[in-house]
């Protein structure tokens, strides 16, 4: 079974407890037994079984963004900016977007166990005037679609930290073997 490292429960588990008891123990009341376990155990190098890890996200995401048909994605912003170290970020409006991007592919293994990603194409539009990329995640067919689109929120939040504005991220489904994210500005 596939397996998720615990930094985002521990980075959950911190944002939560900044809410208040009544908010912490609401969101514990949503949760599985094992899920429960986990959410309270888990640290930063602590793995997890992919789906009680979705199971997480998925109850977190609504409580933290309430009302909001992105609740995941935002979530995934979220902790692409609470994980990557402040260091980091402020390098990165001096790389290129592709620079980063491509080598930002290499931490999935930092984050799960199963699978690989990488991107496809990164092509600057006619003029110079924009740029697509794809970035495609093999080896992981049960990817759960929870995490997907948490996924879509990462790469949302990896972009905004390069200083990227106006773009949107389209998240392809239709092959289980090559699960694909393409990013365009508009």
Partial sequence: MARHKGNSIFTLRKLFKTKGEPFFQAFLGRLS?????DFLS???VTWVDIEIY???IEKAAPLIYPNDSKCL???GTYLVKEHLPKL?????PVFSLKFVITKSTRIWPHYYDTGASHIENFAVKEGGQGYRLTMVVTGFPELPKVL?????????????ICGETNFIIKLDESNPN?????ADNR
């Fill in 178 to 182: 090559a699960w694909s994210w393409t």
């Fill in 42 to 44: 888990a640290i930063s």
């Fill in 73 to 75: 994605e935002k979530l």
């Fill in 54 to 56: 979705a199971e997480i």
């Fill in 148 to 160: 997907r689109k948490l996924v879509s929120g990462w790469i949302y939040g990896m972009m905004e």
């Fill in 88 to 92: 980091y970020k402020i390098f990165f």
């Fill in 33 to 37: 037994p094992e899920a429960k376990k």
